[in-house]
């Protein structure tokens, strides 16, 4: 079956299911494999009339987060460490995307869109030294201004506070929440390089019904209501509101409903009053921690969440002041105020999981009938249901926390977190060092990734000035080895009223927990959307660039097409084990064209590409059946983690009705190459999902690594909806059969690392895809793989010690340092004669060459080493002026027994330049010679 039939297939039974409605969308989707959806796409007929409300009108009606099929997408650029480490703008390394002669350009965007959030901080919140910020909208400067004095005020209404913020307001950051729309471009620019910062923007498919920004608008209605935050309903009145009021009496153990109602309409306001709870009250902390809130619409429940972090207030009873929620400690009331639409009906549930009564309590529903939810919440209608997802658990070492990982369609539009934190000692409060991901739509490249925790919540330094409560952020709770709190709890929230983060298929959220999702915690979180459960972006179709067959069967031409070059990197991102990926792909600076199947039915098309990112500001013209339709660019770069998988929108006047698509891709003289490993072809189709198994994966290669490992790769699998899972399994015995007792593991990406293996091992492997529906494909053929002669020790998986008489803890790149595994051991003793002893297996008997990557820096001492007891090497002097990972040292030649060993590394001094007696080990090689 050519691409074309599959398509149509899928169109064809699509409409057989999928519920009639004129509904307006965006562009259909062409899926290229690589990063954020960023460029132009311009069209004289737009999917849809407006990309929702943008500008002010955000902030006037916040009613309109209903609307989840606006064609906008959130993107965020941000100085996030690039190789994965935790150097995310201690000295800037990358915060700036490019330089000019104006400064460092910290976001740039050709197309329509909107900023909604620039977040900075430097010297503990102090950004003088950044000096200014210009921001540049359609070509205009609208803000060329001290972005100290922008956020201290100065620049006056709307740059004024809650819409502005310092260091004392937002404790530890600075930030601008004012909305700038803009109709064909932006850019952001500061005089000097920032150190940290994010940008969070929403990029349009059209211009159509954007209102460029206008600075010499105060927006004092938008002050006064961000003002009373917390306080009151920021919704404007809803025609026919009418308030209930209800007893809450629900036993410990028991489950009560307390509201119920039939529709079609929507809940405004919700108002617990809980007379019996009190601030630093172990019962109260029990009832608001313990018990949850549930409440279903049309008989589906979507909202499950504890009772006291649904309202921001996840550690006890403590006062909140967010826009769309807020808690009054003094009359123990607890208020919410999204909009909760429901076509026949909802109920309202209290799960008391704890071990202490509610009693005495009542509960205020205030509801508004209205017919239009009856349409508007069907099956790919354009409203989705109010959904909050509460998730508590334990951390994993290596794994981020989650969010919210669906499926269908919808907009996030906000996070209340709670974190527990279980570090006994030293830097108690380091959870705080991780980064937030967000993936939408199957994409293997994040649209959101971020600099800290602290920093997603837009305070900064451990919010270093207290706890603060702002309109869209804030850090309500802070406990230390109090109120219940072994050893330090925070609770945080962000609302993204304007940057809401729409998907279309999928959804994956979450944040790290410590530099290297390294720190203990228990980790709550409960996270807003506005959700359908029917997915709208089918897959259709994919080109395999530097493939004969799959160039020849789309059409793929060019004047000069580039070389067919092979790459294994690894995307960025993602938690758990990395694994490098290889692909072939052509960079090009010639015009390629190529055909694509699309859905007949679409909406629109999303362009996919997987490319090599190691040039930034890759740029191309597209056009589609020889009419253009914008510029696409990707201004990010990444010379470590090379893959990307970006996304670009097509808009449905050029494919409506087309069951195929020709794309010229004409890349711009100035830019770089323009590189692709692969291409996608996403519609924008009602009703699609995930309603088949996912195919074979087909090209399962291995490749022997240096040391005791073999990276297993294989072609992208296609399925319904992109893109899919993959589980690898494995054995030693040739022919075996896959189950769970020989899965090695799974992975988002198409590629695997198997480590740890026997030196010079054979092991076999079979591959198969797995759709977020649970579907599973077929096992690919088996194959197989050698591991290689060296040993490769990495330092920081040693841990924790077999002794040490210092702190000792794994550190993720840093200070410009790449390690091999993306982290070293890192001993901190404050003086000489410490020692840190680890112990590590050696799979055969034989004798070894060892070498040993040590680290150097300006505060390292000067180390010996012992292998088994017995000093082994020279002297290593670990002082230098800048942070460095020289060449592996040589430590002898040793007869070594299949089994543990011992490694002692002893500071037994320092250099009179250097600052401390730290020390770092990076790996440890052990090349088998006999």
């Known amino acids: 079956m050519t691409p074309l039939d599959r398509a149509a297939e899928k169109s064809r039974n699509r409409l057989l299911s999928a519920v009639p409605r004129a509904v307006v969308r965006f562009a259909a989707v062409l899926v290229l494999t690589a990063g954020a959806l960023t460029g132009l796409s311009v069209s004289a007929q737009p999917a849809h009339a407006a990309p929702g409300p943008t500008g002010w009108d955000s902030y006037r009606h916040p009613e309109r987060m209903t609307e989840i099929d606006t064609g906008a997408r959130t993107r965020q650029y941000s100085s996030y460490d690039r190789s994965g480490g935790n150097d995310d703008g201690f000295v800037g390394t990358y915060s700036c995307l490019r330089s000019t002669d104006a400064g460092c350009v910290i976001a740039e965007h050709v197309g329509a869109g909107e900023i909604d959030s620039i977040w900075f901080t430097r010297d503990e919140g102090d950004v003088s030294k950044t000096g200014t910020i210009t921001i540049e909208l359609d070509g205009e400067t609208v803000v060329d201004a001290s972005i100290q004095d922008i956020v201290d005020g100065k620049l006056g209404a709307p740059f004024v506070h809650p819409l502005v913020a310092n260091a004392d307001e937002s404790s530890g950051g600075v930030y601008i929440k004012v909305p700038m729309p803009y109709r064909t471009s932006m850019r952001v620019t500061t005089q000097n390089n920032p150190l940290f910062h994010h940008v969070t923007a929403r990029e349009f498919d059209s211009a159509e019904g954007v209102s460029p920004f206008d600075p010499s608008d105060p927006a004092q209605d938008v002050i006064d209501k961000l003002n009373a935050a917390g306080t009151a309903d920021p919704k404007p009145p809803q025609d026919g509101a009418q308030t209930s009021k209800s007893d809450v009496e629900v036993p410990a153990g028991d489950t009560r409903e307390v509201a119920s109602g039939s529709g079609p309409g929507a809940i405004s306001a919700l108002r617990f009053t809980l007379p019996q709870l009190a601030a630093g009250d172990g019962d109260s902390d029990a009832v608001l921690h313990d018990a949850r809130l549930r409440i279903s619409f049309d008989d589906r429940r979507t909202v499950d969440a504890p009772l006291g972090e649904f309202f921001g207030t996840g550690l006890g009873l403590y006062d909140v002041r967010s826009l769309m929620f807020g808690v009054d400690a003094d009359k123990k009331q607890l208020s919410a105020w999204w909009l909760m639409p429901y076509r026949s009906g909802f109920s309202v549930e209290i799960v008391n999981s704890s071990d202490v009564g509610i009693s005495g309590g009542d509960v205020e529903v205030t509801t508004a009938a209205d017919d239009r939810w009856s349409d508007d919440l069907a099956a790919g209608g354009p409203a989705g249901y109010f959904t909050a997802i509460g998730n508590r658990d334990d951390t994993t070492n290596g794994r981020d926390h989650v969010f919210a990982d669906t499926t269908g369609r919808g907009r996030v539009v906000g996070v209340t977190e709670t974190v527990e934190g279980r570090i006994e000692t030293g830097n108690i409060r380091n959870y705080l060092e991780g980064d937030e991901r967000l993936f939408t739509d199957g994409s293997l490249t994040p649209e959101m990734h971020g600099t800290g925790t602290e920093d997603f919540y837009e305070g900064g330094w451990y919010f270093n000035r207290g706890t603060f409560n702002a309109p869209m952020t804030g850090n309500p709770v802070h406990e230390e080895k109090k109120d219940g709190c072994e050893f330090d709890c925070t609770s945080m929230y962000r609302l993204f009223v304007a940057e809401g983060m729409e998907f279309d298929s999928s ?77 072939d792909g052509r960079a090009t600076t010639s015009p390629v064209e190529f055909t694509m199947a699309v859905d007949e039915g679409n909406k629109g098309v999303v362009l996919r590409r997987v490319f090599d990112q190691k040039a930034g500001y890759q740029a191309a013209e597209v056009s589609v059946d020889g009419e253009k339709v914008g510029t696409w660019q990707q201004p990010q770069s990444n010379e470590t983690a090379r893959w990307r998988d970006d996304a670009f929108a097509l808009p449905a006047s050029v494919t409506a009705g087309k069951s195929s698509i020709s794309v010229t891709l004409t890349p711009k003289a100035e830019a770089p190459a323009f590189h692709a490993a692969s291409y996608a072809a996403l519609s924008v189709a009602p009703g699609s999902g995930n309603s088949g198994e996912p195919a074979e994966p087909r090209g399962v290669t291995t490749e ?141 008997d034989g004798k070894y060459d060892l070498t040993v990557a040590q680290t150097k820096a300006p505060d390292y001492g000067i180390s010996t080493l012992a292998l088994d007891g017995t000093a082994i090497g020279d002297v290593f002097d670990g002082y230098d002026a800048k942070v460095t990972v020289p060449e592996p040292a040589s430590y002898g030649q040793h007869e070594l027994s299949a089994g543990k060993h011992e490694l002692t590394l002893t500071v037994t001094g320092k250099s009179d330049k250097s600052s401390g007696f730290l020390a770092g080990v990076d790996f440890v090689d052990a090349t088998l010679i006999d």
């Open 704 to 844: 022997t690594r240096e040391y005791n490992a073999i990276a297993v790769t294989w072609n992208p699998a296609e399925d319904d909806v992109y893109s899919p899972t993959y589980e690898v399994y494995g054995s030693t015995s040739k022919g075996f059969t896959p189950g769970p007792d020989n899965r090695l593991g799974t992975t988002r990406t198409p590629g695997f690392d198997h480590n740890g293996l026997g030196l010079g091992e054979t092991w076999y492997y079979r591959v198969r895809a797995l759709d977020a529906e649970g579907n599973t494909g077929a096992y690919s053929a088996e194959t197989e793989g050698v591991s290689g002669a060296k040993l490769r020790v990495e330092a920081e998986r040693l841990l924790p010690p077999q002794q040490s008489t210092a702190p000792v803890e794994s550190q993720p790149n840093c200070c410009g340092a790449q390690w091999s595994g993306g982290a070293q051991l890192w001993f901190r003793p404050d003086k000489a004669d410490h020692t840190v002893t680890v112990a590590f297996t050696v799979p055969k």
């Open 507 to 583: 959804i994956r959220f979450g944040i790290e927990h410590g530099p290297a999702n390294n720190e203990p915690a228990l980790l709550g979180s409960t996270t807003y959307l506005y959700q359908q459960p029917d997915a709208q972006l089918a897959w259709n179709d994919s080109l395999d660039v530097g493939d004969a067959d799959s160039e020849q069967e789309h059409g793929y031409t060019s004047d000069d097409s580039g070389e067919i070059e092979s790459l294994s990197s690894t995307f960025e991102g993602h938690d758990g084990p990395v694994s490098p990926v290889r692909l």
